[in-house]
């Protein structure tokens, strides 16, 4: 088969070969996956600012905690959120500064795009 040639003007850059192994970004891929849906993405938010409960998440958000629940087990999973035992109570709180750093370039870039003068809606 016969490769295809670009009939642009402009000059094309050089790839330099060093694309990610498939296994890191279907990893990848995955991630983003988790990040695709609003409930999880406020959560996240809430989490962004302190631990808390299932029953406190559940509480501001207006939703029942076993949704909640079913969406902080997604969360655990992909690894963005922790948690830890205080007698029967579970807190949650974002995994690490990772987690932080893409919720919070992720609601930048969102802010961007809105027109201007518009406003930003909260929780």
Same mark, same amino acid.
């Given at each position: 088969?016969e490769?295809?040639?670009?009939?642009?003007s402009?000059?094309?850059?050089e790839?330099?070969?060093?694309?990610?192994?498939?296994?890191?970004l279907y990893?990848?891929?995955?991630?983003?996956?988790?990040?695709?849906?609003?409930?999880?993405?406020?959560? +996240?938010?809430? $989490?962004?600012k302190k631990?808390m409960?299932v029953c406190d998440?559940? *509480?501001l958000?207006?939703m029942q905690?076993? @949704?909640?629940?079913?969406? +902080?087990r997604v $969360?655990?999973?992909a690894?963005l959120v922790?948690?830890r035992r205080e *007698?029967?109570?579970?807190?949650?709180?974002? @995994?690490?500064g990772?987690v932080?750093?893409m919720l919070?370039?992720g609601l930048?870039?969102a802010?961007?795009?809105?027109?201007?003068?518009?406003?930003q809606?909260?929780?």
């Amino acid at each position: 088969m016969e490769k295809e040639h670009c009939h642009c003007s402009s000059e094309h850059s050089e790839f330099d070969g060093n694309m990610p192994d498939d296994n890191v970004l279907y990893v990848v891929s995955e991630l983003f996956k988790v990040f695709g849906d609003t409930t999880r993405i406020k959560i +996240l938010f809430l $989490l962004l600012k302190k631990e808390m409960c299932v029953c406190d998440i559940a *509480g501001l958000l207006g939703m029942q905690q076993s @949704a909640i629940s079913h969406q +902080l087990r997604v $969360l655990k999973q992909a690894r963005l959120v922790k948690f830890r035992r205080e *007698g029967k109570t579970v807190f949650y709180s974002l @995994a690490d500064g990772h987690v932080e750093t893409m919720l919070s370039q992720g609601l930048e870039h969102a802010a961007e795009q809105l027109p201007s003068g518009q406003p930003q809606t909260g929780i």
